[in-house]
């Protein structure tokens, strides 16, 4: 794997944006004073590579460490909003952390609409009334769970910084530069979104718990543990499959319902936020030795100047 081929991208935090590359991950958050502050972080590029040649296994391996990363981002982002100082976590309380928040979300996604549906058995649901209600519950909160939490202000603001994410990798990708002023032109969706990746988990779920619906509910619950981790690994597989093949129009129409989901998780950035995407964005591709063909230099800091042809005052 290359620079080259490498498939640049990142998360919002709490008033900033989280950029990963090959060799580095780098946060920048807008502090209450109006400047933004750093956080680079080394990445271990060997594990990567030999993650990147074992399919299926790469996405449960790439899944919990991208999980981790985000965490601590999300930590520094956190203490740089409020103007604090950032309280370092050990690797125990990023692990915890994880764990609280993956059974939240395994309780509230899988557990939950398993004994709603469960419910159905006893006013005569058949298995099959019951698993297909089971699938609509799923899809029913995971969508309502976006929907209200997107209506509260931090969130908001967050889901804006999402779609300034967005705009500068979709930016990035097509070989524009990174300004302000040409990035704003881009579109908020991108097609390895990782809320695209959830809705492909909760709908490839239907049918794989399907299988396992003659099963009484305990056993039924214990096949949910278990397969959600290789649900996640295929539909890893698919993102990556359906982001490589996303100029085809067919592609482009089957992944069509998620992207739309997207709308849910991004807001149209203001300028501020793009320009924080971007900051974020420069010093993980100087750590690739990647130069954009034209870039703000102003927003590039930490990073060597340019020669003058690359950068734009």
């Known amino acids: 794997m290359s620079e080259r081929t490498f498939s640049y991208g990142g998360q919002a935090v709490l008033e900033g944006v989280m950029m990963r590359g090959l060799r580095q ?4 958050v807008r502090t209450p004073s109006g400047e933004i502050i750093f956080r680079h972080e080394p990445l271990n590029v060997e594990r990567r590579r030999i993650w990147e040649n074992l399919p299926f296994l790469r996405g449960i391996l790439m899944l919990w460490d991208t999980l981790n990363l985000g965490v601590r981002a999300l930590n520094f982002s956190a203490s740089a909003a409020l103007g604090e100082e950032e309280q370092p976590q050990s690797k125990g309380a990023v692990a ?25 058995e006893r006013v005569g649901a058949t298995p099959l009334m019951r698993d297909t209600a089971e ?5 029913g909160i995971f969508i309502g769970y976006l929907t209200l939490i997107g209506r509260m202000p931090d969130i908001q603001r967050t889901f804006g910084y999402h ?20 990035v704003r032109s881009f579109t908020l969706l991108h097609p390895r979104c990782g809320t695209s ?19 009484p ?3 039924r619950l214990l096949s949910r543990i278990v397969l959600v981790p290789v649900i996640a690994a295929i539909s890893y597989e698919l993102l ?9 129009g067919w592609v482009r129409r089957l992944v069509a319902p998620s992207l739309a989901l997207q709308r849910l998780t991004t807001r149209e950035p203001d300028d501020t936020m793009i320009a924080v995407a971007i900051a974020a964005l420069i010093p993980v591709l100087a750590a690739d030795g990647v130069v954009p063909a034209a870039f703000d230099a102003s927003l590039a800091h930490g990073v060597a100047r340019p020669p003058a042809d690359a950068a734009l005052a």
């Open 25 to 28: 991950a780098t946060v920048a």
């Open 96 to 120: 915890l952390t994880l764990i609280i928040a993956l059974a939240f979300a395994f309780g509230l996604f899988f557990v939950v609409p398993l004994l709603i549906a469960s419910l159905l």
């Open 135 to 139: 699938g609509f519950i799923q899809l």
């Open 163 to 182: 779609g300034a994410e967005h705009k500068t990798i979709n930016a990035y990708e097509a070989g524009a530069p990174l300004t302000v002023e040409s």
């Open 197 to 215: 990746f959830l809705l492909v988990v909760v709908v490839l779920s239907i049918p794989f718990f399907a299988l396992f619906g003659g099963l």
């Open 217 to 219: 509910l305990g056993e």
């Open 240 to 248: 990556r499959l359906s982001a490589a093949h996303f100029h085809r």
